[in-house]
């Protein structure tokens, strides 16, 4: 489904109230609460879209009354409706099964020695004020500082409705131009970070992971963390000997509970990746590749200096405002990228 359908919603509704009230539903705990979680999404979906209706309804009634007395006054009271109507649009644009649930993000810096470091503590801040503007929670689970400035990685998980179907949007490499604050000559330098996403899975998700495979090492939590930071070898960090994916945690209250969190990211991210595997297969059988973003060429490119443009290279959408950008303003990008996808502009 591309476009937003209530009837649809409608009837998928009360297939799913029948199966909830049919008996011996709540023997099957795992499946039950994951109907029980599409029932509820679903049901918010089209509550919002009911109020839409009637607020619309509202609005039309009052400039009939008013003729153009209140005419801006009414144009604005329809931007917030505008906007959520996209968001409805937006989310019946997801049919992964991992869309519509929460995301575990790391930001990691690539090539740009310091600058690549400040980059990516300049996205975190970005996100985070994306999430904030979105209504989403973000708790951050690890932020490792570079040796100079800025942070040579970051955790964190984006709670709230399709998380992970919207953040899938930003995952590959970003790159940023600009004259470059660690350079005393004040050259022009080009640095990278990768943001990579996987979906938060539940704490008892059934992903099995051979502890021989695993290397375990502790360590002393700098900067951004927990009460213990600086204190004692409580953050955990946990390698996937068979994938190379490194996962670390130093936000909770102790080595146990960092070790069971970076285990928590670590299912996540072997989802995510046969995820992407599964993609590259399917993208193979349609003829082309899958743009998961993490080859040799930047998703978007962040440009301050000698102009200032923000461009995604995958669909070609630009803002000149860069500043709003790096201040979250991020659903433009993500809204054209997920479009082109169900157009199949982009594999």
């Known amino acids: 489904m591309s476009t937003f359908d209530p009837?649809?919603?409608?009837?998928?509704?009360?297939?799913?109230?029948?199966?909830?009230?049919?008996?011996?539903?709540?023997?099957?705990?795992?499946?039950?609460?994951?109907?029980?979680?599409?029932?509820?999404?679903?049901?918010?979906?089209?509550?919002?879209?009911?109020?839409?209706?009637?607020?619309?309804?509202?609005?039309?009634?009052?400039?009939?009354?008013?003729g153009s007395e209140m005419h801006e006054e009414i144009a604005e009271s329809l931007r917030p409706l505008r906007r959520e109507l996209d968001r409805l649009q937006e989310a019946a644009?997801?049919?992964?099964?991992?869309?519509?649930?929460?995301?575990?993000?790391?930001?990691?810096?690539?090539?740009?020695?310091?600058?690549?470091?400040?980059?990516?503590?300049?996205?975190?801040r970005m996100y985070e004020r994306w999430a904030s503007n979105r209504g989403f929670k973000v708790e951050l689970l690890e932020a490792s500082p570079g040796e100079e400035a800025g942070l040579k990685s970051?955790?964190?998980?984006?709670?709230?409705?399709?998380?992970?179907?919207?953040?899938?949007?930003?995952?590959?490499?970003h790159r940023l131009v600009r004259l470059s604050p660690?350079?005393?000559?004040?050259?022009?330098?080009?640095?990278?970070?990768?943001?990579?996403?996987?979906?938060?899975?539940?704490?008892?998700?059934d992903v099995e992971i051979d502890e021989g495979e695993l290397k375990i090492d502790t360590y002393r939590a700098q900067g951004a963390g927990g009460q213990h930071v600086n204190k004692t070898d409580s953050?955990?960090?946990?390698?996937?000997?068979?994938?190379?994916?490194?996962?670390?945690?130093?936000?909770?209250?102790?080595?146990?509970?960092?070790?069971?969190?970076?285990?928590?990211?670590?299912?996540?991210?072997?989802?995510?990746?046969?995820?992407?595997?599964?993609?590259?297969?399917?993208?193979?059988?349609?003829g082309g590749s899958a743009n998961t973003g993490f080859g040799g060429e930047s998703i978007r490119s962040y440009v301050l200096h000698p102009y200032q443009l923000v461009k995604d290279t995958r669909?070609?959408?630009?803002?000149g405002n860069i500043q709003a950008v790096l201040d979250g303003e991020l659903d433009p990008f993500i809204r054209e990228y997920l479009l082109a996808r169900v157009a199949g502009r982009i594999v």
């Open 235 to 286: 953050a955990v960090r946990i390698t996937h000997l068979p994938t190379g994916i490194v996962v670390q945690c130093q936000n909770e209250r102790s080595q146990s509970a960092n070790k069971q969190t970076a285990l928590r990211v670590l299912k996540a991210r072997l989802v995510e990746r046969a995820e992407e595997e599964r993609e590259a297969v399917l993208a193979k059988e349609r």
């Open 7 to 66: 009837d649809s919603l409608e009837r998928r509704v009360v297939e799913l109230e029948k199966e909830m009230n049919a008996p011996g539903f709540w023997d099957d705990q795992g499946r039950a609460a994951r109907v029980s979680a599409e029932h509820a999404r679903l049901s918010r979906q089209l509550e919002g879209y009911r109020g839409l209706l009637r607020d619309y309804e509202d609005a039309r009634e009052l400039a009939a009354m008013d």
């Open 315 to 319: 669909t070609g959408y630009e803002v």
């Open 93 to 124: 644009l997801f049919d992964g099964e991992y869309d519509a649930g929460d995301a575990v993000v790391t930001l990691q810096a690539g090539t740009g020695g310091t600058d690549a470091q400040d980059w990516a503590e300049l996205m975190l």
């Open 154 to 173: 970051a955790t964190f998980t984006v709670v709230g409705e399709n998380a992970y179907g919207v953040l899938k949007a930003e995952r590959g490499k």
């Open 182 to 205: 660690f350079d005393q000559a004040h050259r022009r330098h080009t640095a990278f970070s990768t943001v990579i996403v996987a979906p938060l899975l539940p704490v008892d998700a």
